[in-house]
């Protein structure tokens, strides 16, 4: 799916959960171009990475993924390798294995749930703060520990300009 295919279908959604939410539309299909490779990547209509914690209500699937932490215990169900990288002059070390993911009947329920999960989660209190600018928002859910990668608000800046040249 191409960065325009991808806007023009998930727009709505988007929209839709900033009028329920105050959190704006750019951010959730920032993340959700980010999160599923512009929709390559969502199995089970899975957009933006929400894991399962528990991995046996039926709810869940087990994909391969990508963390970066600072130790060198891989924290997944399932290993497949750990390496250890430099990122922003900081040792860490970037883990590969399956986790166990939300998964939804449609995309709309994938998006509905994310905007959710930010208000059941204390940790993202200062993020709901500043949810109607996305920029102040990224750093935010940076801060808060929504992905391991160090760079992850850039990014998430970087591909909200494709987004926006794309509604």
Same mark, same amino acid.
Request: net charge positive.
């Given at each position: $799916?191409?960065?325009?295919?991808?806007?023009? %279908?998930?727009?709505?959604? %988007?929209?839709?959960?900033?009028?329920?939410?105050?959190?704006?539309?750019?951010?959730?299909?920032?993340?959700?171009?980010?999160?599923?490779?512009?929709? &390559?990547?969502?199995?089970?209509? $899975?957009? #933006?990475?929400?894991? =399962?914690? !528990?991995?046996?209500?039926?709810?869940?699937?087990?994909? /391969?993924?990508?963390?970066?932490?600072?130790?060198?215990?891989?924290? $997944?169900?399932? #290993? +497949?390798?750990?390496?250890?990288?430099?990122?922003?002059?900081?040792? $860490? #070390?970037?883990?590969?294995?399956? =986790?166990?993911f939300r998964k939804?009947? /449609?995309?709309? =329920?994938? @998006?509905? !749930?994310?905007?959710?999960? @930010? @208000?059941?989660?204390?940790?993202?209190? *200062?993020?709901? &703060?500043?949810?109607? !600018?996305? *920029?102040?928002? #990224?750093?935010?859910?940076?801060k808060a520990g929504?992905?391991?990668?160090?760079?992850?608000? *850039?990014?998430?800046?970087?591909? %909200?300009? /494709?987004? +926006?040249?794309?509604?």
């Amino acid at each position: $799916m191409t960065p325009k295919q991808f806007v023009s %279908a998930n727009l709505a959604d %988007a929209k839709i959960c900033e009028s329920a939410t105050g959190i704006h539309y750019v951010a959730t299909l920032t993340q959700a171009a980010l999160e599923s490779g512009w929709g &390559k990547y969502a199995p089970g209509n $899975m957009f #933006f990475g929400i894991k =399962d914690t !528990d991995g046996v209500n039926g709810n869940e699937q087990l994909i /391969t993924t990508t963390e970066y932490t600072r130790s060198s215990k891989n924290p $997944m169900p399932v #290993f +497949i390798s750990t390496t250890p990288v430099i990122k922003n002059g900081v040792k $860490m #070390f970037k883990h590969i294995g399956k =986790d166990y993911f939300r998964k939804y009947n /449609t995309p709309a =329920d994938s @998006f509905k !749930d994310h905007s959710r999960f @930010f @208000f059941e989660n204390k940790r993202y209190a *200062n993020a709901l &703060k500043v949810r109607g !600018d996305y *920029n102040k928002f #990224f750093e935010e859910l940076q801060k808060a520990g929504y992905a391991t990668d160090p760079n992850y608000a *850039n990014t998430l800046k970087a591909v %909200a300009k /494709t987004v +926006i040249k794309n509604l």
